[in-house]
């Protein structure tokens, strides 16, 4: 099965992120359930929902 995740930007530098882009997250401290210890490094994934308010970006993804 393929991950989805959902999460909250607060960087102004990705503000401009939008439905339909890829992105990969490199974060080591994180963990995956069931994934081992490989953190979120070989992971990309497409966005598939943006909620935009002032100063957040809420954001929908799936593993791609």
């Known amino acids: ?6 999460f909250t930007v607060i960087n102004p530098a990705y503000m401009g992120l939008d439905v339909g882009d890829i992105i990969a997250i490199n974060v080591t401290s ?14 990309k994934f497409i966005i598939t929902d943006v909620s935009r308010t002032v100063g957040k970006l809420k954001i929908k993804v799936r593993e791609v």
């Open 30 to 43: 994180l963990t995956i359930p069931f994934a081992g210890s490989s953190g979120w490094s070989n992971y």
């Open 1 to 6: 099965p393929k991950l989805i995740v959902n």
